[in-house]
């Protein structure tokens, strides 16, 4: 199984979810790869905001190793789920899908969450440090019910 995290720069809620989502893997011993990406291309090559990765650390989450990609027609082939972060998210990278499996590996990370359902993961960057919270909190939710649902398949 390939899971694929997508917000717009790939610094803040992606990498993110990534880092949980990996941690969570290596803990369960589960045979998942997990990457993630930004639909711009502002970010390319950067690590994760700071204050991402400060607020990830508090809860003992390294994020410090990743580096910012843009999400590319190929992650269609390579990824098994996609999951965005916002709606916007979704609507550019099923602008990139060509066929309907594609756009059937597409889905809002907090639908994951009965109910979150058609709700969008915040973007924390122009806010204080409770935003960052914030979205730890929920991506650490949709992880946990990701993780359950993998153990399960």
């Not at 990534?18 to 589960?30: H, Y």
């Amino acid at each position: 199984m390939k899971i694929l995290m997508v917000c717009l720069g790939n610094i803040c809620r992606s990498p993110l979810a990534d880092g949980l989502l990996r941690k969570k893997v290596e803990e369960k011993g589960l045979n998942v790869t997990v990457d993630s990406a930004g639909t711009s291309s502002y970010h390319i090559g950067s690590e994760p905001d700071t204050r991402t990765q400060e607020n990830a650390l508090k809860h003992g989450v390294d994020l410090s190793f990743l580096r910012a990609r843009q999400f590319s027609k190929s992650d269609f082939q390579d990824f098994d789920r996609i999951y965005a972060m916002d709606n916007s998210n979704v609507f550019n990278i099923l602008q990139m899908a060509q066929s309907d499996a594609d756009k059937e590996k597409v889905k809002l990370l907090l639908d994951l969450i009965p109910e979150q359902h058609n709700k969008e993961v915040p973007d924390p960057y122009y806010g204080g440090e409770q935003g960052f919270e914030k979205v730890f909190q929920l991506v650490d939710k949709a992880t946990d019910i990701l993780i359950e649902e993998l153990e399960n398949a």
